[in-house]
């Protein structure tokens, strides 16, 4: 199977690689979006799975931006095309966020809760502002100083808040105090039952993430922790909320975000979204990410009140401004591609008309259509067509596996020459192919294809 004379040690391969294991397309069979609604039952839901036990902030940001997202170890690409829920990819530009009256009294509210009126009334005596500092607090609602404002290590005492608060940034460890948080949340909030919640699954979930953490500069000399973490929350000693987030070079990415029902009267959905969005914007990260979106979902409405928003474009991969008349199209359409609809009234055909043209012959775009089991026969959309494939040269790709020592190339395999890429054969040549056609074909050089059984584990 293997050519042995040109293989490679771990020493001698590129570094620092990502090592994916391919998966493969498949749809879901439940969703828990539409669960219980009209729409249950009647589309499946396709997505590209991978994983991975070591994966880069570089590439992920790059993975990011083409739809992926991960859960645990688990990375996937949905496929917005053929889904009784399409998933959207959401990013936030943290510099020119303005938050709504209803966002700063969610802030301040809060901030008065835990300094309290007796310490305010004191310190406004033993620590005045300037006239110059009370105008402009009066005047205007900064960001990063309201969110650290109630913060233990911002305060300045005597005297002392009616409460102690504080946040800390720390790795994404398994936790007895994490995991009853989460049991409380995954039980009240999301109505699980007490079979579905345990130890295990919150680990695997929150806690086992493939993304490394290191500290990276950027070209001014800005240090950025990368990689993933938990923000937790303090007050008066408990914990009572956890941000699960991936730091990247560009992104701060919202994975999960859980809290006690005895946090629930402080709005901590909108006070974390607002911490998060400071990070991005104190920490030079830029993007806030907030997950993925899903248009005919109620409970991501919210997402829409943090403004401006660019949603990415399934199938050019671009970013378009998600303001009023993006949100009439998606009112109006199952599937949305603001790009596909730019050019269709540019064309001026009728939709009927032009989406015959536009989508692939095996689609109609609305999601209902059975699919095989490989991504370049479907109507996953954004990735390169099966006879562009074909042309790609994959011959340098690095791989690993159980049935040989060290590192080897996609070229070393015995069969690789005489290997096509075809619907109806599924031989490894397809299989790294789809992976790659998923991933991107320029981001190549910077993983292994990991086939080692040890690495499979979810």
């Known amino acids: 199977m293997y050519n042995t004379n040109s293989m490679q040690t771990p020493d001698d391969a590129e570094a620092p690689l990502s090592f994916i294991f391919p998966i493969g397309y498949s749809s879901a069979s439940d969703c828990g979006y539409c669960r219980g609604t009209s729409r249950a039952g009647k589309r499946k839901r396709y997505s590209y799975y991978a994983t991975s036990k070591s994966l880069s902030t570089h590439l992920y940001q790059k993975l990011v931006d083409r739809y992926w997202r991960r859960s645990g170890t688990l990375l996937y690409r949905p496929n917005p095309r053929n889904s009784c829920c399409p ?21 301040n509210r809060f901030n008065n809760y835990v300094i309290g009126p007796d310490y305010t009334h004191a310190a406004a005596r033993v620590h005045p502002r300037t006239r110059q500092e009370a105008r402009k607090r009066h005047n205007e609602f900064d960001l990063i100083d309201r969110i650290h404002e109630p913060e233990a290590q911002f305060l300045k005492t005597p005297p002392e808040p009616a409460h102690k608060f504080t946040v800390t940034l720390e790795p994404d460890e398994f936790t007895e105090e994490k995991y009853l948080i989460f049991e409380n949340y995954q039980r009240l909030v999301h109505k699980e039952g007490p079979d579905k919640i345990s130890r295990h699954g919150f680990k695997r979930f929150l806690c086992n993430s493939p993304l490394k953490r290191e500290t990276i500069y950027s070209s001014d000399g800005v240090q950025r922790q990368v990689g993933s973490f938990h923000q937790c929350y ?161 011959d340098n790709l690095v791989l690993v596996s159980d049935a040989a020592p060290g590192y080897f190339l996609t070229s070393d395999l015995v069969s690789w020459e005489q290997q096509d890429i075809e619907l109806d054969r599924r031989e490894i040549k397809s299989t790294i192919a789809e992976l790659v056609a998923a991933m991107g074909t320029d981001v190549m050089g910077e993983i292994c294809v990991d086939f080692r059984r040890r690495t499979r584990v979810l």
Not at 326 to 331: E, G, I, N, S
């Open 87 to 107: 998933h959207y990819t959401l990013r936030l530009d943290s510099t020119e966020f303005k938050p709504t009256k209803d966002q700063r009294q969610t802030v």
């Open 234 to 394: 303090w007050l008066d000693g408990k914990l009572v909320a956890v941000g699960v987030l991936d730091l990247l070079p560009h992104a701060v990415s919202s994975v999960y975000f859980l809290y006690h029902e005895s946090f629930h009267s402080h709005n901590p959905g909108k006070l974390s979204a607002m911490r998060e969005i400071a990070l991005a914007r104190e920490g030079g990260y830029r993007w806030w990410y907030p997950g993925f979106y899903i248009h005919s979902c109620p409970k991501m409405k919210y997402k829409m009140d943090f403004k401006p928003q660019s949603v990415l474009d399934p199938e050019t991969l671009t970013w378009d401004l998600m303001d009023k008349e993006a949100l009439a199209v998606f009112d109006a359409k199952h599937y949305v591609s603001l790009s596909r609809e730019r050019q269709r009234k540019e064309s001026g055909d009728s939709p009927e008309i032009f989406e015959d043209h536009f989508i692939r012959p095996e689609s109609d775009g609305e999601g209902d259509e059975e699919e095989g089991d490989f991504m370049l026969g479907s109507s996953m959309p954004g990735i390169p067509s099966l006879e562009e494939m074909k042309r790609v040269d994959m």
